[in-house]
């Protein structure tokens, strides 16, 4: 059963960074994608930031880019997000999910989390203004 649990989420400042790690267990093969989906109170589960664990393409969505990072290490099954220069529109819990593991050339790229089969519990990001 694959599992994937979220860390480094907090309370920062507007300007101040943090960055995200997802552990991965479970696995026999890597899922195809990998991303970073966030979530505010009252607004739908949008898409922050993918990759493609064969290789490393990545994307983000557009009110990140510039401002976040997505990467990962293969070799501790860790995603990460580097999230720089951080707005009060930021806060929101943030989700890592994971595509199916085959097929991979049948799945979207794309940041429809209707992509992802699997998900994180999530980590909160709070940024004041």
Same mark, same amino acid.
């Given at each position: 059963?694959?599992?994937? +649990? &979220?860390?480094g989420?907090?309370?920062?400042?507007?300007?101040?960074s943090?960055?995200?790690?997802?552990?991965?267990? %479970?696995?026999t093969?890597?899922?195809?994608?990998?991303g970073?989906?966030?979530?505010? @109170?009252?607004k &739908?589960?949008?898409?922050?930031? $993918? $990759?493609?664990?064969?290789? %490393?393409?990545?994307?983000?969505?557009?009110?990140?880019?510039?401002?976040?990072? $997505?990467?990962?290490d293969?070799?501790?099954?860790?995603?990460y997000?580097?999230?720089s220069?951080?707005?009060?529109?930021?806060?929101a819990?943030y989700?890592?999910?994971?595509?199916?593991?085959?097929?991979?050339?049948? $799945?979207?790229?794309?940041?429809? @989390?209707?992509?992802?089969?699997?998900? %994180?519990?999530?980590?909160?990001?709070? +940024?004041?203004?």
């Amino acid at each position: 059963q694959v599992q994937l +649990v &979220e860390s480094g989420g907090g309370s920062v400042q507007a300007g101040g960074s943090l960055r995200l790690s997802c552990a991965a267990s %479970g696995y026999t093969y890597r899922s195809c994608t990998m991303g970073w989906f966030r979530q505010a @109170p009252g607004k &739908e589960r949008e898409g922050v930031a $993918i $990759i493609s664990t064969g290789n %490393g393409n990545t994307d983000y969505d557009a009110s990140v880019k510039g401002r976040f990072t $997505i990467s990962q290490d293969n070799a501790k099954n860790t995603l990460y997000l580097q999230m720089s220069s951080l707005k009060p529109e930021d806060t929101a819990m943030y989700y890592c999910a994971a595509t199916r593991t085959y097929n991979c050339y049948s $799945i979207s790229w794309s940041l429809s @989390p209707m992509n992802f089969r699997y998900w %994180g519990q999530g980590t909160q990001v709070t +940024v004041s203004s």
